[in-house]
Structure formats: C-alpha cells, structure tokens
T-cell receptor
Framework: NAGVTQTPKFRILKIGQSMTLQCAQD?????MYWYRQDPGMGLKLIYY???????DKGEVPNGYNVSRSTTEDFPLRLELAAPSQTSVYFC????????????FGEGSRLTVL | QQQVKQSPQSLIVQKGGISIINCAYE??????FPWYQQFPGKGPALLIA?????SEKKEGRFTISFNKSAKQFSLHIMDSQPGDSATYFC????????????FGKGTHLIIQP
C-alpha cells in the first residue's frame, strides 16, 4: 500500500507566487488533515476534512485554502506565498474518528524566497 | 496558548538507559493521548497511545504513564537503543478527535552508543 502520498517533496517559491501541494491516500480514510512543522514548534493544524465536500479551518489557516472533491485527494493551495510560509507540510489521514491514529505522508518542504 | 507542553526539548541518553519525556495538558476535555515518533526526512508515526481511564500502558520497551489529576503524561523508553534516536511528539485530542491532534513541540532524543 502506498498510504499517504505527498507531492512535491521539495519546492522553492518566490514571494507572491501560488502553488498547490498535492495529497492522496489509498486507504479509504474519511478524515484528512494538513499540518505544518516548523523547527522546535511541533505540528500545527492548518485545515482538516471529515469527508468529501466538507472542510474546516484548523489553528493556522491564514494564507491557505483546501478542497476535498473526492475521498482520496486533499490538496492544499498557497495563495500569494510569503516567507512565513516556509515550512515542512504534512498531510495525514485517519480511518476512525477519535482514535487519534493519523497516518502521515513524508512531507513537502517549501521554501519561499 | 499552548495546550500541550512537552519537555525536555532535547535529551541525550546512553545506550541501555531509560529515556523519559514529559507532557502536561490544560484542556480537561482531552480524552486521547498518543505519542508519535519521527525520523529525519519522514512523517511522524504512531508509537503508542493511552486513554485517561488507565494509568499506564506498556508496549515492548515503551511505556506511557498517565496522571489524570495532575494532567500529565510521560513516555518511558527502557533499554534505550541508538535506533530509538528520533524526535518524539506527545499529542492530545478531544470530542471524538475529528478536528485532529494538538501536538507538543517535540523532544529530540539522541541515544549514544
């Protein structure tokens, strides 16, 4: 099983550019999440989805957008990239509500210059 | 406001020793407490988890101790091995957990041979 697949793994953006981080899972999980990880800061939730067509904001949603048109895919859109968005982004999915067992992708490292 | 406080930020333990990482939480609605392990360049992976109705859970060399009245929980790694060198995150969720996990800031653990 591929699990959670994120693309691209690395990307450099210029200030003001936009891009989409792709996330796909093949485990038929309803719940999907986007986190960002900054050194010494842990993981912070950006957006999450409880199923196709349903998304909601997490702790740090500003500057990002998401969509969930299918169970498998949960892309994260960065509009007008800023240096503060330099981070490692992780997508995760979960089968059951409440277990807390998230399956993470390997991350996408984004640098905004 | 940080809802899950983790300490220490970094830890060096000799091979065969006991590694101890502590977490404290503020939100009494939290009802699920997992620990995640992350190796460089990889996404976090679930290591062990506990619910507040038990005070201890053991899986191999890894043990979670939970103190509900003090709102604290800790990870103990017995007979620590160089392969345990990684970053460890405690986390918590509440209300079914659909809105994801709240993570501590992480502990960078190094096991010296």
């Amino acid at each position: 099983n591929a699990g959670v697949t994120q693309t691209p793994k690395f990307r450099i953006l210029k200030i003001g550019q936009s891009m989409t981080l792709q996330c796909a899972q093949d485990m038929n999980h309803n719940y999907m999440y986007w986190y960002r990880q900054d050194p010494g800061m842990g993981l912070k939730l950006i957006y999450y989805s409880v199923g196709a067509g349903i998304t909601d904001k997490g702790e740090v949603p500003n500057g990002y957008n998401v969509s969930r048109s299918t169970t498998e895919d949960f892309p994260l859109r960065l509009e007008l990239a800023a240096p503060s968005q330099t981070s490692v982004y992780f997508c995760a999915s979960s089968l059951l509500r409440g277990t807390g067992e998230l399956f993470f992708g390997e991350g996408s490292r984004l640098t905004v210059l | 406001q940080q809802q899950v406080k983790q300490s220490p930020q970094s830890l060096i333990v000799q091979k065969g020793g006991i590694s101890i990482i502590n977490c404290a939480y503020e939100n009494t609605a939290f009802d699920y407490f997992p620990w995640y392990q992350q190796f460089p360049g990889k996404g976090p992976a679930l290591l062990i988890a506990i619910r507040p109705d038990v005070s201890e859970k053991k899986e191999g060399r890894f043990t979670i101790s939970f103190n509900k009245s003090a709102k604290q929980f800790s990870l103990h790694i017995m007979d620590s091995q160089p392969g345990d060198s990684a970053t460890y995150f405690c986390a918590a969720s509440s209300g079914g957990g659909a809105d994801g996990l709240t993570f501590g800031k992480g502990t960078h653990l190094i096991i010296q041979p």
